[in-house]
């Protein structure tokens, strides 16, 4: 066995032993006939490495007030909060959207009434299918609502079929486009292709989605992956964009804006999934104008984002209506 194995094969021998069997480290050192201080290492390597995960039952109530205020407002379906752990770093935020999120999704999945899930993408839902427990539904379609390529043709490090297939066992099913074409011609020509209508088609009769919402600052998926330029970023806010939904630029009050590259996604338009059950991801108040945007949009029927920004979003609606009394 090389290292590696061995090493693996202890810390989840050993997290068993702690977290399951109750046993302290030097009757787990005893038992496997190492140091207690290799018993420590080992619990902290299954531990860093993803082998032992934690569930937390229940949120916090000021977290239940936000989920209702927001809820109320917009008139979700649902609306989870991801607790404040500490800091402003967006990958803290995220991972705590992703603890709430991945569960959450694997419970929707795992309904046999969902048999065919249509999935956007963005770097907020990948990390909740990443700690997505595993479910068995080898029935179940997942098929991208957007391009799944760059410009460049190259894979889409944010695009999640094929991790929701691994997660589920089910089918996935690739939009083998750019997620922007180079222009309207290009759009035209890929819309054009049998198979992409075939896809799109599936795409359209999906019995739920699940999709990011993505913001035209620097911090966005779009100039982090390079799926547009600095000048067709100055464009979109020149626009009034504030918000990437499913490929589509909309302003602060949920509408498209007349920006050149909106005619360029290829994909679903949101239009097409209005009244669908739509689950929506975001995280960090960066992410602030561009979700109170998408959720005017009316299209989201259920959120998940983390503390900080739910708190942001009920307290921008509060003074919202307070000026509008």
């Not at 090493?7 to 050192?29: C, H, K, L, N, P």
């Not at 589920?168 to 992409?196: H, I, K």
């Not at 896809?199 to 100039?223: C, T, Y």
Request: proline share 3%.
């Amino acid at each position: 066995m090389q290292q590696g194995d061995w090493t693996t094969d202890m810390a989840i021998r050993a997290a068993w032993m702690s977290f399951v069997g109750g046993a302290t480290q030097g009757e787990i050192a005893t038992r496997l006939g190492i140091s207690t201080a290799k018993v420590h290492r080992l619990i902290a390597h299954a531990q860093k490495t993803g082998l032992v995960r934690f569930q937390i039952a229940g949120r916090p109530s000021d977290c239940l007030e936000i989920e209702a205020t927001l809820a109320g407002e917009y008139g979700l379906a649902s609306c989870l909060i991801a607790p404040d752990i500490g800091g402003q770093d967006p990958d803290i935020e995220i991972r705590a959207i992703a603890e709430v999120a991945g569960p959450h999704l694997a419970n929707l999945l795992a309904n046999p009434a969902v048999s065919q899930l249509g999935v956007g993408m963005g770097r907020t839902l990948k990390a909740a299918i990443d700690l997505m427990p595993r479910i068995q539904r080898p029935d179940l379609g997942i098929v991208s609502i957007s391009g799944s390529l760059t410009r460049k043709l190259s894979a889409n490090p944010f695009d999640v079929v094929q991790q929701l297939a691994e997660r589920t066992g089910g089918e996935g099913y690739y939009l083998p486009v750019p997620y922007l074409a180079e222009d309207a011609a290009e759009r035209d020509m890929f819309l054009g292709q049998r198979s992409v209508q075939a896809l799109l088609e599936r795409a359209r009769a999906s019995d739920l989605f699940v999709i990011g919402i993505g913001s035209v600052e620097d911090d966005g998926h779009l100039i982090r992956r390079d799926l547009i330029s600095r000048e067709e970023q100055r464009d979109l806010i020149a626009t009034g964009a504030v918000c990437d939904l499913m490929g589509r630029f909309i302003g602060r009050d949920g509408r498209l804006v007349a920006a050149k590259l909106g005619e360029k996604a290829v994909g679903l338009p949101f239009e097409a999934v209005r009244g669908a059950r739509v689950v929506a991801l975001a995280g960090g108040s960066g992410k602030l104008e561009a979700t109170r945007a998408a959720l005017r949009a009316g299209l989201i029927t259920d959120l998940i984002v983390d503390e900080s920004l739910g708190r942001a979003l009920a307290s921008a609606e509060g003074t919202r209506q307070a000026r509008s009394a």
